[in-house]
């Protein structure tokens, strides 16, 4: 660096941290670093003398520039170093001031147009020419960044700062591969380099070799033990492996030897217990979060809810009354209470606690969509579509009130309005598979099977693993007789999501006996029948395999038990009828108030 840089940095290391300015008359002026007359202003701190060939009145305006730049006035710290520029127009390390100043004022052409000017073999210190390097790489000029960073290696081959920086900018540009040689070189010649290591770990993970990443990181952690990203990166990497106990393991040994109240790790720990299903674990490291956070409310919250998951809902109950004693205004809070009496089946409650905030903020809507489900659960459908109608006014965006209204009004069968606010729902949100579902479901019931085959196949576009969408359509394929190798395929995969759901195995047989196959379709129906006993579909499904089969007795007991399960299914008693197995059973026996059941439709149900 030139002298005058030089200057500056001798000067700055004693009295940076008392460097003050008073504008004199005279410019030339240099003032001392003695200790003022008692009763006199303290006067700056005076530099050491400068050398001959640096011009006084230059120095004095790196003086008022650096002043300047102390009181973050930017732009006077320019216009000093500029004017400073002017007597000494030679001078790099003014011209790197400059440029560095328009860099962090996001003036990346004039932090170049400076950097340009400087010449490179007038810069000597290490430091310089790192800065002069990361503006070059701040403003996309990698290539010079790069040169910088090799010179920067050349001259401190024992300094890892130049090997680190390089390799960043060549991760940053996707160069993983030449990026890890840089980092390769750097352990070779600095091998204590933590950061050299926990780099090697990245390309190395990036490459695809996780164990080799594993050792870096923790090559990088046993060189500088409080490294903090090498700990996160290393539990990172077991947690993709899906190795909660490595990972845990990791961020313990963190909060164990380094910093024992790191709220970060300690709630990524929190989230691990949780999903290996640890409560125990995870409410003590909660407990500690809130030993360090006495007022962070989300930690009280989280253990309540936990509570609620371990399904200790008075546990959990308890926790948020206590919050709610302390803070009424919570609306959140005694949104959860709401949700807690809900998992308990105390309904009323639960409809008094969502009242209770809408007494604060009747335009609540989190509480107004779970009044609205909890009316539509009790079949009470006019206050269900008075809360979801308002709910809906407050946020026309969101799916929630389209969606219960829809079905509100499918339970009331009307089919049309169903059909319309599910129509609605989906201008307001169109990647919602769950709206389009719903949205077939009620035109089935319009007998717009076309509409009901485009809905289903948007939904399924949407959400290739929505298994009532892929039961519902495949059943009625194979209801219909329409597309039936679609209809196995269909079926097949709602039974392969979910293989204990007796509606989706019933399905699949059905589609099984249409395209021939009957002697599987009576093991699947009956294996329907082992997890839902009292299906009427199931049951007719089950007797006419058994007709198609000849085991005419057998068709006329399972057709027997669905008109038991339904007696208003015209249409089967007819054919029981015409089978000439007589009359199905006597009128005054038949269940006739039974739910008519059936599992094409929809057995969807929402949780706010």
């Not at 120095?59 to 102390?70: D, K, P, Q, S, V």
């Not at 300094?159 to 060549?170: A, T």
């Not at 589609?511 to 009956?526: D, M, N, P, Q, W």
Request: aromatic share 10%; with cysteine.
């Amino acid at each position: 660096m030139d002298t005058f840089g030089r200057q500056y940095w001798n000067h700055t290391t004693s009295c940076r941290a008392r460097l003050s300015l008073v504008f004199l008359a005279t410019p030339l002026l240099i003032l001392s670093c003695g200790t003022a007359p008692q009763g006199t202003p303290a006067l700056p701190p005076p530099p050491k003398p400068v050398a001959a060939h640096v011009h006084p009145q230059a120095y004095y305006h790196f003086l008022r520039g650096y002043m300047a730049e102390l009181a973050n006035n930017s732009t006077e710290a320019i216009a000093e170093y500029q004017r400073g520029l002017r007597i000494d127009p030679g001078s790099a390390f003014l011209k790197l001031r400059i440029a560095t100043l328009h860099f962090s004022n996001s003036e990346m052409s004039l932090a170049v147009e400076v950097a340009d000017d400087i010449r490179l073999s007038a810069v000597d210190d290490v430091s310089h020419l790192m800065q002069l390097a990361r503006i070059y790489a701040g403003t996309g000029h990698s290539t010079k960044a790069l040169s910088i960073f090799d010179r920067v290696i050349a001259d401190s081959p024992k300094d890892d700062q130049g090997y680190v920086s390089k390799g960043m900018l060549l991760l940053g540009l996707k160069r993983t591969a030449e990026a890890q040689a840089v980092f390769e070189t750097a352990v070779t010649h600095v091998p204590r380099s933590s950061a050299a290591h926990y780099y090697l770990g990245i390309t190395s993970n990036e490459s695809g070799a996780v164990e080799a990443a594993k050792r870096h990181f923790e090559k990088a952690i046993a060189l500088r033990t409080d490294f903090r990203r090498a700990y996160q990166s290393l539990a990172g990497l077991y947690e993709d492996q899906k190795n909660q106990e490595k990972a845990a393991g990791v961020y313990e040994r963190y909060l164990q030897e380094v910093n024992p109240h790191d709220k970060e790790f300690r709630l990524q720990l929190v989230k691990l217990f949780l999903s290996a299903h640890s409560y125990d674990k995870a409410l003590q490291h909660l407990s500690r979060i809130s030993d360090d956070h006495p007022d962070d409310l989300n930690v009280k919250v989280r253990a309540a809810l936990i509570y609620g998951e371990m399904g200790n809902y008075q546990q959990a109950i308890d926790e948020l009354v206590a919050i709610l004693q302390a803070r009424p205004h919570e609306l959140r809070v005694r949104d959860y209470l709401g949700l807690m009496y809900e998992e308990q089946n105390n309904f009323q409650q639960a409809i008094q606690t969502y009242q209770a905030n809408l007494k604060i903020n009747p335009r609540y809507y989190d509480s107004l969509v779970h009044l609205g489900f909890l009316a539509y659960r009790q079949k009470q459908y006019p206050d269900a579509v008075s809360y979801l109608e308002q709910a809906k006014q407050i946020h026309p965006k969101r799916s929630e009130p389209y969606l219960l209204l829809g079905l509100t009004y499918l339970q009331q069968e009307d089919f049309t309005a169903g059909a319309r606010e599910f129509e609605e729902g989906i201008e307001q949100d169109p990647t919602n598979a769950d709206l389009y579902f719903n949205l077939g479901t009620a035109y089935d019931k319009l007998d717009r099977f076309d509409d009901v085959v485009q809905s289903m196949q948007r939904a399924l576009q949407l959400e290739p693993e929505h298994a009532d969408a892929l039961n519902y359509l495949g059943y009625s394929y194979a209801d219909r007789g329409v597309q039936i190798e679609q209809a196995l395929k269909l079926t097949q995969r709602a039974v392969e999501l979910k293989p204990n759901n007796g509606y989706y195995i019933d399905s699949l047989g059905w589609a099984l006996f249409k395209v021939g196959r009957s002697e599987e379709a009576l093991a699947t129906i009956h294996q329907a029948l082992s997890l839902i006993t009292n299906d009427p579909v199931i049951f007719e499904h089950l007797g006419e395999i058994y007709l198609h089969r000849d085991e005419l007795e057998k068709a006329q007991q399972a057709w027997t038990r669905s008109i038991e399960l339904d007696s208003s299914n015209e249409r089967l008693i007819k054919r029981f009828r015409d089978q000439g197995f007589g009359e199905p059973i006597s009128q005054d026996t038949l269940q006739s108030d039974l739910p008519k059941v059936s599992h094409s439709a929809s057995e969807h149900s929402l949780t706010p």
